[in-house]
């Protein structure tokens, strides 16, 4: 009886010294809206360090989990629609390479399914192109005339985003409305309260992002208060290489944003300014926690219960993050961690001595694991350990330095336990566990399980391979 109240104490302690105390990232939720039923939101992640394995959406007292696989906008190749809005007013023509060698930037990184529109203002909003190639891009606004007298900047602001909301929407579309101009504003007729148009921008599913040019430092100022309230970037450029140095950082930001979709079945709320918090999680521990508003429809029809999603793949010992967050806070119970921890060692204590006492020839011998999927790995530098060079993905394969890994490479900055490769709905993942060098999908790093095709470049720390299955 001593030695089982010990082992129980023990156990206890040890449970209690893995209990997570503080969130270790910081997340924002850059934009947030709601289409076709389901909620999406642009996230970007700081200081997040455990790889995310879990995350969820809670709205009032419902909770609502990740459907599909968490991934960044350049790793899944989501649609980017690109609304180019130019200055054309007469103080303009000096920038006019600036503003050429931003738009061919800009476009060179754009994907397949990145799209580019152009639109000018002065006295009114023009649409220009609403269909442009990256090759045209360029050309079109090497030939635009600065020719406006009267800059009406923040009502035509104002009239774009109507023209670009009306637009109908590919499911989780990023939307950016980049305006490049040099900020200043003469409307004689008034135009739309600077305040007014603040506040919409910070509701909009567009994001704003502005270029600027010239010398009127308040201007551009009250410019970049704009583009900041929608989520977006500011960024002044004096020379032709700034400005291409603007594209690039703007392209990397948009690319590295992660993408969310949340299936809102069975949601009760309704109406404008919905609170909305998202959850991350790593193996069941909370890592960070974004907090944003959207607007849902008032005639949204009811469902009898949520709807079935498709939960991001799991990891390793992942657990229902709605139960942590219906679990009162220790501010108000300080005892309840430790009786729900004294609880589980119990339950697991007597799991334990129950199997013991069976027999174990009554247990039927298990079948033999399919083959699964046969995977070829391909390493130019030689870093992997032994000649064989094919594995059999049948659940999960561990690449790192341990000699217990499936994927054994001989090479200082690989971790022991590096990353894992693991099935689930048919397709193949990898994971990063928490590496100390990082791991990269065709050089884009990962902090959550990315979706593998074959051929795909892999870079575990410092070494680069291949899968081919």
């Known amino acids: 009886m001593k030695r089982a109240l010990a082992l129980l104490l023990t156990g206890l302690l040890a449970a209690l010294t893995f209990i997570p105390v503080s969130a ?30 879990q995350a969820e959406a809670r709205i009032g007292s419902q909770s609502f989990p990740a ?19 130019v200055d054309n007013s007469t103080s303009m023509p000096a920038y006019r390479q600036e503003l050429v060698s931003f738009g061919q930037q800009l476009a060179q990184l754009g994907g397949e399914h990145t799209q580019f529109l152009l639109a000018t203002f002065g006295n009114d909003l023009s649409i ?28 035509c602001l104002d009239k774009a985003l109507d023209y670009f909301e009306a637009l109908p929407r590919e499911s989780n579309e990023l939307r950016c409305m980049v305006i490049l ?11 739309i309260p600077y305040d007014e148009l603040l506040e919409r921008l910070s509701r909009s599913d567009v994001m704003l992002h502005s270029v600027g040019v010239g010398q009127q430092e308040d201007a551009l100022e009250s410019l970049g208060q704009l583009a900041q309230a929608s989520g977006g970037t500011h960024q ?11 594209a690039q950082q703007l392209s990397s930001i948009n690319g590295s944003m992660l993408v969310l979709g949340f299936d809102l079945s069975g949601c009760s709320a309704s109406g404008e300014g919905q609170n909305v918090s998202v959850t991350f999680a790593s ?102 350990a032994g000649t064989e060079t094919g594995r059999y993905l049948t659940q999960e394969l561990l690449v790192g330095r341990d000699p217990s890994c499936d994927i054994l490479f001989q090479d200082p900055s690989v971790s022991r336990r590096h990353a894992r490769i693991f099935l689930a709905n048919g397709t193949v ?31 575990t720390g410092e070494v680069t391979w291949m899968l081919k299955f």
């Open 24 to 53: 270790a990232g910081s997340a924002e939720l850059v934009r947030t809206f709601f289409t076709e039923n389901t909620l999406y939101t642009y996230v970007s992640l700081e200081g997040a360090d455990q790889p995310i394995t």
């Open 67 to 85: 459907a599909g696989t968490l991934a960044t906008v350049q790793q899944a190749g989501f649609p980017v629609t690109y609304l180019l809005l």
């Open 128 to 155: 220009t192109e609403e269909a442009l190639s990256a090759e045209e891009l360029g050309t079109a606004l090497e030939q635009l005339s600065f020719h406006e007298e009267v800059t009406r900047l923040h009502s």
């Open 181 to 191: 101009s040099d900020a200043v504003q003469y409307d004689p007729d008034g135009g």
């Open 236 to 246: 002044t450029v004096k020379t032709p290489d700034e400005a291409e140095e603007a």
């Open 283 to 384: 193996n069941g521990a909370l890592v960070c926690k974004g907090e944003s508003t959207v607007d849902l429809p008032s005639d949204q029809p009811e469902a009898p219960s949520p709807a079935v999603s498709t939960p991001l793949p799991p990891s390793n010992n992942s657990t229902s993050l709605d139960a942590k967050e219906n679990t009162p806070q220790p501010s108000s119970s300080p005892l309840l961690p430790l009786v729900g921890a004294a609880v589980v060692i119990l339950l697991v204590g007597g799991a334990v001595i129950i199997l013991k006492r069976r027999s174990s020839s009554n247990t039927p011998p298990a079948s033999p694991p399919p083959q699964g999927i046969y995977m070829r790995i391909e390493d130019p530098a030689g870093h992997l």
């Open 429 to 459: 993942y990898l994971e990063d566990l928490g590496s100390q060098n990082g791991t990269t999908v065709n050089g884009n790093p990962i902090h959550m399980p990315c979706a593998l095709r074959s051929g795909d470049t892999l870079t």
